[in-house]
T-cell receptor, first 115, second 114 residues
Framework: GAVVSQHPSWVICKSGTSVKIECRSL??????MFWYRQFPKQSLMLMAT?????????EQGVEKDKFLINHASLTLSTLTVTSAHPEDSSFYIC???????????FGSGTRLTVV | AQTVTQSQPEMSVQEAETVTLSCTYD???????LFWYKQPPSRQMILVIR??????QNATENRFSVNFQKAAKSFSLKISDSQLGDTAMYFC???????????FGKGTRLHILP
């Protein structure tokens, strides 16, 4: 089956630094990738949608300058949390899909802690 | 705009019992997908079952089955012979055909008790 690899699985960083999270589709080419944020015991909140070779589409309220998304190839999307602050601490999940397939595969998530 | 509502924040059942998780949704679309996802303590999102709205037959996957009522916009998940490994957060989700964005409900936390 389709596999999406997300790294790192957890990261601790200092306030003010930047952190990059990678999302790779291992055995298929994903036309679209999604980034979610999940607070404890809550649902997934869509942050942005990225398509290969084009700018990401951010959801309302998500700061595009803080959460930089790059989708350089059909198998790789990255989320960079810039100038991280403790309030950015959260669980971040990516997913990938082939357009129109109605099939999504999720990465295993990244727990970010900013100290 | 589409919305997905899960009215049961938390449920507990004994192992081997059958449990039904409720989900309703609101849409003016006629063609769409509905999903149930499971998120165990590992937090990995796992697809449990998928239903295409144009299919009248309810989807089933082993012990998991759905009751899809299109007119009522209801999409409940039944877990038969529940197992300890079924303990997880369950999310109902909606996707409009031709759109890649998936809309999640708030989830139901299911505890299977030994």
């Amino acid at each position: 089956g389709a596999v999406v690899s997300q790294h790192p699985s957890w990261v601790i960083c200092k306030s003010g630094t930047s952190v990059k999270i990678e999302c790779r589709s291992l055995d298929f080419q994903a036309t679209t990738m999604f980034w979610y944020r999940q607070f404890p015991k809550q649902s997934l909140m869509l942050m942005a949608t990225s398509n290969e070779g084009s700018k990401a589409t951010y959801e309302q309220g998500v700061e595009k300058d803080k959460f930089l998304i790059n989708h350089a190839s059909l198998t790789l999307s990255t989320l960079t949390v810039t100038s991280a602050h403790p309030e950015d601490s959260s669980f971040y999940i990516c997913s990938a899909t082939l357009t129109g397939e109605g099939s999504y595969t999720f990465g295993s998530g990244t727990r970010l802690t900013v100290v | 705009a589409q919305t997905v509502t899960q009215s049961q924040p938390e449920m507990s059942v004994q192992e081997a019992e059958t449990v039904t998780l409720s989900c309703t949704y609101d849409t003016s679309e006629n063609n769409y997908y509905l999903f149930w996802y499971k998120q165990p303590p590992s937090r990995q999102m796992i697809l449990v079952i998928r239903q295409e709205a144009y299919k009248q037959q309810n989807a089933t996957e082993n012990r998991f089955s759905v009751n899809f009522q299109k007119a009522a916009k209801s999409f409940s998940l039944k877990i038969s012979d529940s197992q300890l490994g079924d303990t997880a957060m369950y999310f109902c989700a909606f996707m409009k055909l031709g759109d890649d964005k998936i809309i999640f409900g708030k989830g139901t936390r299911l505890h299977i008790l030994p």
